[in-house]
C-alpha cells in the first residue's frame, strides 16, 4: 500500500527515498562494445541470435524495402485506425517542435567587423528504440520528429527483431509517419539489432551500420550503460532513469482520476516513481483507496504493485504553494497540477521536465498526442537539463572577420589581455598584423 506522509514530518531522505537496481553492468557492456569494434556485422547477427532467438542464416541486419512494406500491409489489415492516430500524433508533434527552430545570426554594426553564428544540423543521428513486448512507436515519433525538423540527412533506426527477424509493424508505421510529417525529411533507415551491441554500431559503425553523430532514445540497463560508455566518441541525449510522475492536487480534485494517473507511470517499471503532494488529508486516504482499488484491474498489476509499495508516496503539505516547493526539490520528470488555476502555479516551478495543467490534462496525453517530447530529464537531472527537442539535433558554429583597420584598433588590447596571462606568442600574433 502506498506510504502517507506528513511533510512537517518528513525528512530529506524519506523526500527523496526509492527503490533503484545497484547491480553493475559495465563489465558486460564493456565486452560487448569491443566485440562489435572488432567484429562489426558479425557481432550484431550472433547477438540477435543469442538474444532475439533469429536464424543466423541468410539474415539481413537492415529492413529491407519488401520487409518495410508487409509490415505497413499488416498494420493496416489489422488496426486500420492506428495510422490515423499516429498522423494525428506526428502533426501535433511537428507543430510544436517547428518553433524550436534556431536561426544563424550576423552581427556587423561595428566598421570593418562581422561576426555571426551558424546553426548547423547534425548530418546522422542515431535513434535506439526498445523491441518485442516493450515496442514503443510514440518514442519514434518524439525522437525522430525534431531530428528531421533540425535537417538530419539521415536517421539510423535500431531495434530488436523478433525471432522471425522481422520488425514490430508499429514502429515501422511510426517511422513511416514521422518520415511523411516533415516535407523535405531525411531517410530513415531501419537495423535489426537491440541492446548494448546495438548502442556500440550506432556509435563506431560496422559494416552496415552507419556510425552516427548523436545516440538518442530510451533502453534498457545495458543500453543506458552503453550510452554511458561510448559517450564522447558521440553525442547522447541523457542517461535516462525509472520513469516518474508527481501530482500537485486539492481538496477538489478527484480520487479515482488521481489515482489514474499515479498507476499510468507505476505500470512502466518495478523503479518508477509516483507521487502526490496534496494540501487535503482527505483527498491523501482517498487516493490511496482508489489505487488498492484500480490495480487489481491492471494489466501490468504486479510491476504497479511493486512500483508503488516501493518508490510510491503521498506527501500532505500545508498548501499548495508548499506543494510546489516540494515538487521542485524532487524535480520530477512529469508534473500535474490538477488545481483550478493552474496558470498561476505554474510561474513558481522552477525543476520538472514537463508539466501538464488542470484536472484534464493527464500525462498519458503528452505521451502520445499532445505535441511537446516525451523523452525527459530523470532522477531529479530536470534541475539543469531539458527536454528532447530540436536543439539536440544540432550544433553552433561561430565565424569572425575583422578588416585591417579594425585589427589595428584591437591589436593593443589583445596583447594587453595576453600578456597578463603569461602568452607572449598571442600577443605578437596580434601586434604583428600592425607592425607590418
Known amino acids: 500500500m502506498i506510504k502517507i506522509m506528513d511533510f512537517a514530518q518528513m525528512t530529506a531522505e ?7 537496481p545497484t547491480y553493475d553492468v559495465s563489465d558486460i557492456v564493456s565486452s560487448i562494445i569491443s566485440d562489435v569494434r572488432e567484429n562489426g556485422d558479425e557481432a550484431l547477427v550472433r547477438y540477435a541470435a543469442k538474444f532475439d532467438g533469429i536464424d543466423p542464416q541468410g539474415f539481413e541486419l537492415e529492413l529491407t524495402e ?15 485506425d492506428f495510422a490515423r492516430v499516429l498522423s494525428r500524433s506526428a502533426a501535433n508533434i511537428v507543430k510544436f ?25 547534425l548530418e546522422r543521428a542515431g535513434l535506439y528504440v526498445p523491441g518485442g513486448t516493450a515496442a514503443y512507436p510514440s518514442t519514434v515519433l518524439m525522437d525522430s520528429i525534431p531530428a528531421l525538423i533540425a535537417g538530419c540527412s539521415e536517421i539510423i533506426m535500431t531495434t530488436p527483431p523478433d525471432a522471425d527477424g522481422s520488425v514490430n509493424p508499429a514502429i515501422v508505421a511510426a517511422a513511416e509517419a514521422a518520415r511523411m510529417a516533415v516535407p523535405g525529411a531525411g531517410n530513415i533507415r531501419i ?33 543506458a550503460e ?65 489505487i488498492e482499488k484500480q490495480l487489481e484491474s491492471l494489466e501490468r498489476r504486479e510491476i504497479a504493485r ?48 514537463s508539466v501538464f495543467l488542470g484536472r484534464n490534462c493527464p500525462e498519458a496525453l503528452g505521451d502520445y498526442l499532445a505535441g511537446p517530447n516525451h523523452t525527459l530529464p530523470t532522477s531529479g537531472t530536470a534541475r539543469f537539463s531539458s527536454p528532447l527537442s530540436v536543439d539536440d539535433f544540432v550544433k553552433k558554429m561561430q565565424y569572425t572577420y575583422y578588416s585591417a583597420d579594425a585589427m589595428a584598433d584591437a591589436a593593443e588590447d589583445i596583447a594587453a589581455f595576453a600578456r597578463k596571462e603569461g602568452l607572449t606568442a598571442h600577443a605578437r600574433s596580434a601586434l604583428i598584423r600592425t607592425e607590418k
Do not use: W
Open 66 to 80: 519488401d520487409e518495410k512494406k508487409a509490415a505497413l500491409e499488416k498494420i493496416s489489415e489489422t488496426d486500420p
Open 226 to 290: 552503453a550510452k554511458r560508455q561510448v559517450y564522447g566518441r558521440v553525442s547522447i541525449d541523457m542517461i535516462a532513469g525509472p520513469s516518474e510522475i508527481l501530482v500537485i492536487a486539492d481538496g477538489k480534485s478527484d480520487a479515482d482520476t488521481v489515482a489514474a494517473d499515479m498507476l499510468s507511470q507505476a505500470e512502466h517499471d518495478k523503479n518508477s516513481s509516483a507521487v502526490l503532494v496534496t494540501d487535503s488529508p482527505e483527498l491523501a486516504q482517498a487516493v490511496s483507496d482508489s
Open 191 to 223: 537495423f535489426k539489432t537491440g541492446g548494448a551491441q546495438a548502442i556500440a554500431a550506432l556509435a563506431y559503425g560496422t559494416e552496415s551500420v552507419p556510425a552516427v553523430d548523436k545516440i538518442v532514445g530510451p533502453g534498457n540497463a545495458f543500453v
Open 97 to 121: 517542435h517547428s518553433r524550436q527552430l534556431r536561426n544563424s545570426f550576423i552581427i556587423n554594426d561595428t566598421p570593418g567587423v562581422i561576426m555571426g553564428q551558424k546553426v548547423v544540423p
Open 14 to 20: 524519506e523526500i527523496f527515498a526509492r527503490s533503484e
Open 306 to 353: 511493486v512500483s508503488i509499495d516501493n518508490n510510491g508516496k503521498i506527501i500532505i503539505a500545508e498548501n499548495i504553494e508548499q506543494a510546489i516547493d516540494i515538487s521542485n526539490e524532487i524535480a520530477p520528470e512529469h508534473l500535474e497540477i490538477c488545481v483550478d488555476d493552474p496558470f498561476e502555479m505554474l510561474g513558481r516551478v522552477r525543476h520538472a521536465g
